[in-house]
């Protein structure tokens, strides 16, 4: 892959100085454009040997184009508090919003190449690192964005040269550390390491281009000539009209066709009982929590479950198990703004607990399979592939050491009329009840049948569903506490 950028590429100043300006004012025409009609987002990647002017492309970049609609993260070694949540949490957190250029200097390809080469993983981590990255980028363009790589590459012997240069020079000295001249007594196995990585991870959806650094103006033209060819490609494709979700359910398995209609919802806990129960899980689940080895563990719990079957009620009890300040209540409600203006799953990344904290999520992601697909807020091949998408996020949680329990609080139809009608007769409690929810549950059917569904795919190994029979409110608080106990036993 790397032999024919080592060939030597050259540009004259002549040539450079008369398209530089035709480029720049193309590439500004261009953003100006994404700007305006804030249709897709733009992530471009950075990557490259030491001394190739990955840093200089970026400025140039910057310089080329408004750096007001630019945003560049430098990206070093993991804060202590991105150490503490799972490695992409720090580059999701950072996904540009539509109608803006994300740049990543330095990215989620570094410390897997790192540790590969410095610290010896095995290949097969590598190559389980790769499979993740694949499916992030897949899932970035899945979800409109356009996906630029630069691997900015020298031969070995242009590599030292090119340090050596630079060290020498006062005004240019800074920009070589010790770190580089480690990094270099490895270029070998860099190179080896670097070229399967790239060669693994080159897809259709999120090319690479790999650029010689030998010369600045050379590569500078290619960086910029890129970058404009894929802004006007996507920019002056013919607009298509967006496919709308289908409403009609598809057929479900044998196993999951009456998986909520068979759950027992005559399950109750008389109220003495329930006082007992409650208090001793509740001390359970707090001495759990102030466990050690919760100091290598975070707890993520999921309640999703149909309107008024008591999800409120169930938080409450659980946070009333645990410290304040290691544990927090995050409320998910239609998507804002901000939010449509990312992948669907960037603002479930953002809250994610620390080790040692337990964040407890009212909805969430699962709401692209659920109110998404029933209400046709996104398209059928959206819906149907955020399956995989959704158990390879879970997955990563899982590897970082984070507990997640998912609960569906389910009721029935007829329970659900009840307390919608008592909500409406209760001064203090009409605030939640609402036109959607009576909206809703004249879809109960489909969203049944998408309950189903989602259960049937997204209940694996590493974050089974634990369906919870919520007629009886007493019944349901305790399963939800006694699950969760159990599941946090189990992992630590």
Same mark, same amino acid.
């Given at each position: ?57 970026? +400025?140039?970049? +910057? ?143 999120? &090319? ?122 995050? &409320?998910?409600?239609? &998507? ?16 994610? &607990? ?85 909206? +809703? ?29 919520? +007629? ?21």
């Amino acid at each position: 892959m790397f032999e024919s950028a080592e060939l030597r590429h050259v540009v004259d100043k002549a040539s450079y100085d008369a398209e530089v300006p035709k480029l720049r004012e193309a590439l500004l025409d261009a953003q100006l454009d994404l700007l305006e009609r804030a249709s897709f987002p733009v992530v471009i990647v950075v990557g490259g040997v030491d001394g190739a002017g990955k840093g200089e492309t970026v +400025n140039l970049l +910057n310089e080329w184009m408004d750096p007001r609609h630019i945003q560049t993260h430098g990206m070093g070694e993991p804060t202590d508090e991105e150490g503490q949540r799972p490695p992409m949490w720090r580059f999701w957190r950072l996904l540009p919003p539509k109608g803006k250029i994300g740049i990543f200097f330095g990215s989620w390809y570094t410390q897997p190449i790192v540790d590969r080469v410095v610290k010896g993983t095995p290949a097969a981590e590598l190559d389980r690192r790769i499979g993740d990255i694949v499916r992030f980028e897949q899932m970035l363009a899945d979800e409109g964005a356009l996906v630029l790589k630069f691997w900015l590459y020298l031969s070995k012997k242009a590599q030292k040269k090119r340090l050596e240069t630079l060290e020498k020079d006062a005004r240019t000295s800074w920009r070589v550390t010790k770190a580089d001249w480690e990094r270099f007594k490895f270029v070998d196995r860099f190179r080896a390491v670097c070229e399967h990585t790239l060669r693994q991870t080159s897809r259709a959806e999120a &090319p690479w281009m790999v650029v010689s650094g030998g010369d600045a103006r050379y590569r500078s033209l290619t960086v910029g000539r890129t970058l404009l060819a894929a802004l006007r490609e996507r920019l002056d494709r013919p607009a298509t009209k967006a496919s709308q979700a289908t409403v009609t359910p598809t057929p479900a398995s044998v196993d999951t066709l009456d998986l909520l209609r068979t759950l027992d919802s005559s399950l109750k806990l008389p109220k003495k009982s329930y006082e007992r129960e409650l208090e001793k899980w509740q001390g359970r689940l707090n001495r759990l929590a102030r466990r050690k080895k919760m100091r290598d563990h975070a707890v993520l719990a999921i309640f999703e479950g149909n309107d008024a079957a008591g999800k409120g009620g169930a938080i409450r009890r659980v946070t009333a198990a645990l410290d304040a300040r290691f544990c927090q209540v995050i &409320p998910f409600a239609a &998507p804002t703004e901000e939010e449509r203006a990312r992948p669907y799953l960037w603002r479930f990344w953002r809250y994610l &607990p620390m080790r040692g904290h337990v964040t407890l999520y009212d909805r969430s992601w699962y709401g692209r399979v659920l109110v998404e697909r029933v209400e046709g807020f996104c398209s059928e091949a959206d819906w149907r592939r955020a399956y995989s998408e959704i158990n390879d996020f879970e997955a990563q949680l899982r590897e970082h050491g984070i507990v997640v329990v998912k609960f569906w609080l389910a009721i029935t139809k007829e329970e659900q009329l009840r307390r919608f009608k008592e909500r409406e007769q209760t001064p203090f409690k009409r605030f939640k009840i609402t036109d959607e929810d009576w909206r +809703n549950r004249e879809k109960w059917e489909l969203y049944e049948q998408a309950v189903c569904d989602m259960v049937e795919r997204t209940s694996t190994e590493v974050a089974r569903w634990t369906l919870v029979e919520a +007629n009886d409110k007493y019944y349901a608080r305790v399963k939800v506490l006694r699950t969760l106990c159990e599941s946090i036993e189990a992992a630590l």
